[in-house]
């Protein structure tokens, strides 16, 4: 059986160490996003946005309906 101390060290290691195949916006929680919405809504026409914004209302609606 391994020395407790070393199976304390390592376990700390583990936990407070990012993992080498993650990236800086995974350990930080985020994948990105900040920037991706409002770049779409800027190329989309003004119908365009307008129909996004009615199937997410829509999608929202629906969500919330009693059976």
């Avoid at 290691?13 to 990105?32: F, I, L, N, W, Y």
């Avoid at 770049?39 to 629906?62: L, P, Q």
Wanted: proline share 4%.
């Amino acid at each position: 059986m391994a020395d407790l101390n070393q199976l304390a060290a390592r376990l700390v290691k583990q936990a407070t160490e990012p993992q080498a195949d993650e990236s800086p916006a995974q350990v930080s929680g985020r994948k990105g996003g900040l920037k991706g919405g409002q770049a779409r809504s800027e190329r989309m026409s003004a119908g365009e946005r307008r129909e996004a914004a009615r199937k997410a209302a829509a999608a929202r609606w629906k969500q919330n309906r009693p059976a």
